[in-house]
T-cell receptor, first 113, second 113 residues
């Protein structure tokens, strides 16, 4: 079945760039997403990329997609302590959107001052 | 707009009890879904609906029922609660266009003793 894998933890210094990685197995995924989850809250969409794109930049966020290797990454430039939270990647299930998302386990980002 | 609302925020049940988790959205979204989140895991899809009167199973549907009699509401029913259903439950909604953001509710934390 479909699977999405992420590393569980990343620690960086304030001001550095953070790179959170994700691999997925469903080659028919149409969209891939990055969400974040603050403590005690639901998920909030950060950005998404369509499967025919290689890169998408949105202010401090850069998403890179390597479709051949089924690898997705989220780069956060100039990481701040306020960026410390859990980040989830997700893919759409199959080639048509019914809103079904498959999530990774989440990466906890710790930003040290 | 209130967005996606969920009630209750917290619930404790005994094994074998039944209950309904409520979810409502006021954004006229066609698509609604229920996920559960367990420690160290991403969100797993329980059931989803692409419109009023239409529901379908996700990854982990066993032990849960849903119905969608209106566009706004998508309740999740636990018929006979089990300790394995201890989790945090999130409801989400979106338009069904592929790149549309899923909006998540704040979650219901359920403990089954």
């Amino acid at each position: 079945g479909e699977d999405v894998e992420q590393s569980l933890f990343l620690s960086v210094r304030e001001g550095d760039s953070s790179v959170i990685n994700c691999t997925y197995t469903d080659s028919s995924s149409t969209y891939l997403y990055w969400y974040k989850q603050e403590p005690g809250a639901g998920l909030q969409l950060l950005t998404y990329i369509f499967s025919n794109m290689d890169m998408k930049q949105d202010q401090r966020l850069t998403v890179l997609l390597n479709k051949k290797d089924k690898h997705l990454s989220l780069r956060i430039a100039d990481t701040q302590t306020g960026d410390s939270t859990i980040y989830f990647c997700a893919e759409t299930h199959g080639s048509s959107n019914t809103g079904k998302l498959i999530f990774g386990q989440g990466t906890t980002l710790q930003v040290k001052p | 707009n209130a967005g996606v609302t969920q009630t209750p925020k917290f619930q404790v049940l005994k094994t074998g009890q039944s209950m309904t988790l409520q979810c409502a959205q006021d954004m006229n979204h066609e698509y609604m879904s229920w996920y559960r989140q367990d420690p160290g895991m991403g969100l797993r899809l329980i059931h989803y609906s692409v419109g009023a009167g239409i529901t379908d199973q996700g990854e982990v549907p066993n032990g849960y029922n849903v119905s969608r009699s209106t566009t706004e509401d998508f309740p999740l029913r636990l018929l006979s609660a089990a300790p394995s259903q201890t989790s945090v439950y999130f409801c989400a909604s979106s338009y069904t266009n592929p790149n549309n953001e899923q909006f998540f509710g704040p979650g219901t934390r359920l403990t089954v003793l």
